[in-house]
């Protein structure tokens, strides 16, 4: 089975291009914002998605919803902005676990039609899409999305811009620097990808050295030996065998300007993940290189828990 958790952050269903143009979270440095707190605590307590059976624990999903409640979220063919923000809208207007439950659960119609769907494909139940993956091991259900609601509809077995057929309209085409193609990997339908954000390097839309388009750095030649490295406040990646700048500096996040360490965007050199702890209901860990403070009683959890089932790490969490 795999982690449910990247499906809703950073991947499974194809929709618009990112959103960089918006506002950014204006908190101090050393916190998150509200909405994005909640969020971090409800997705890892009510939904179970911690360490060691998914990969991300606290750090990387509070991360990744901080950046994405900032405009700031990861770009790709899989990663469905429009409809991962209709799914966080909902798990912050719920009141309670089952609440948070009901924002990614199919219905039992929708569930149904998994019976008849190939063994761990995706489907489309009308213009909903349904996982056919339980959401935990401990919980019944599996994860669905209504794809209408973001402003996309579900194409064979994804979220999708819109239908297409690669024979009339072209298997891609560029838009500025956004790649736009009729079909990718798994995919069946219209999707697109912005080839400058962080996630693609900062590259281009443009043409590969074998003839094809894709995300294009316009640097020296690379390849797959390539190790990511930084230029000042620039992290430099190789994509489609040439080398790819992106400047750090252009992510502002939980009140950080971030810069470049170790190939990686940043906010900090203080920490490593898996390194959590409690304090009280304080839950403490970090992300993006620094620490962050949630307590769990603010967000209505009883308290704050570690699981060190994955030595040496140790994960914090909040308790109902």
């Given at each position: 089975?795999?982690?449910?958790?990247?499906?809703?952050?950073?991947?499974?269903?194809?929709a618009a291009t990112s959103c960089s143009d918006q506002a950014s979270d204006t908190v101090p440095p050393g916190h998150v914002s509200n909405d994005a707190l909640a969020l971090c605590a409800k997705v890892t307590t009510c939904l179970g998605w911690m360490p060691?059976?998914?990969?991300?624990?606290?750090?990387?999903?509070?991360?990744?919803?901080?950046?994405?409640?900032?405009?700031?979220?990861?770009?790709?063919?899989?990663?469905?902005?429009?409809?991962?923000?209709?799914?966080?809208?909902?798990?912050?207007?719920?009141?309670?676990?089952?609440?948070?439950?009901?924002?990614?659960?199919?219905?039992?119609?929708?569930?149904?039609?998994?019976?008849?769907?190939?063994?761990?494909?995706?489907?489309?139940?009308?213009?909903?899409?349904?996982?056919?993956?339980?959401?935990?091991?401990?919980?019944?259900?599996?994860?669905?999305?209504?794809?209408?609601?973001?402003?996309?509809?579900?194409?064979?077995?994804?979220?999708?811009?819109?239908?297409?057929?690669?024979?009339?309209?072209?298997?891609?085409?560029?838009?500025?620097?956004?790649?736009?193609?009729?079909?990718?990997?798994?995919?069946?339908?219209?999707?697109?990808?912005?080839?400058?954000?962080?996630?693609?390097?900062?590259?281009?839309?443009?043409?590969?050295?074998?003839?094809?388009?894709?995300?294009?750095?316009?640097?020296?030649?690379?390849?797959?030996?390539?190790?990511?490295?930084?230029?000042?406040?620039?992290?430099?990646?190789?994509?489609?065998?040439?080398?790819?700048?992106?400047?750090?500096?252009?992510?502002?996040?939980?009140?950080?300007?971030?810069?470049?360490?170790?190939?990686?965007?940043?906010?900090?050199?203080?920490?490593?993940?898996?390194?959590?702890?409690?304090?009280?209901?304080?839950?403490?860990?970090?992300?993006?290189?620094?620490?962050?403070?949630?307590?769990?009683?603010?967000?209505?959890?009883?308290?704050?828990?570690?699981?060190?089932?994955?030595?040496?790490?140790?994960?914090?969490?909040?308790?109902?």
């Open positions: 089975m795999k982690p449910i958790v990247p499906w809703l952050l950073a991947g499974a269903v194809a060691p059976e998914y990969a991300w624990g606290m750090d990387g999903l509070c991360a990744l919803i901080a950046r994405d409640r900032a405009g700031e979220g990861p770009s790709s063919y899989s990663v469905p902005n429009a409809a991962r923000g209709v799914m966080l809208d909902c798990i912050a207007e719920a009141s309670d676990c089952a609440a948070v439950h009901a924002c990614v659960t199919a219905t039992p119609e929708q569930q149904a039609v998994c019976d008849t769907a190939p063994s761990g494909d995706g489907v489309c139940a009308g213009n909903v899409y349904v996982s056919c993956e339980t959401i935990h091991e401990s919980e019944p259900g599996v994860f669905a999305v209504d794809c209408a609601v973001a402003g996309l509809i579900c194409n064979v077995d994804a979220c999708v811009l819109d239908t297409c057929d690669p024979v009339i309209d072209g298997e891609e085409h560029c838009e500025g620097n956004v790649l736009v193609t009729c079909s990718h990997g798994d995919i069946s339908g219209l999707v697109s990808n912005d080839c400058s954000s962080e996630s693609m390097g900062g590259s281009i839309c443009g043409t590969t050295a074998s003839g094809s388009l894709d995300c294009v750095g316009t640097g020296a030649a690379c390849d797959n030996l390539f190790e990511r490295s930084c230029e000042g406040t620039v992290k430099v990646t190789c994509q489609s065998q040439k080398e790819a700048r992106f400047d750090c500096s252009q992510v502002e996040v939980m009140g950080y300007t971030y810069y470049c360490h170790g190939g990686q965007c940043v906010a900090g050199e203080e920490c490593e993940s898996g390194h959590d702890s409690c304090d009280g209901t304080v839950a403490r860990f970090c992300m993006d290189g620094v620490w962050m403070d949630l307590d769990c009683a603010a967000y209505g959890f009883s308290g704050c828990t570690i699981d060190s089932s994955d030595p040496p790490s140790t994960w914090a969490y909040c308790t109902e």
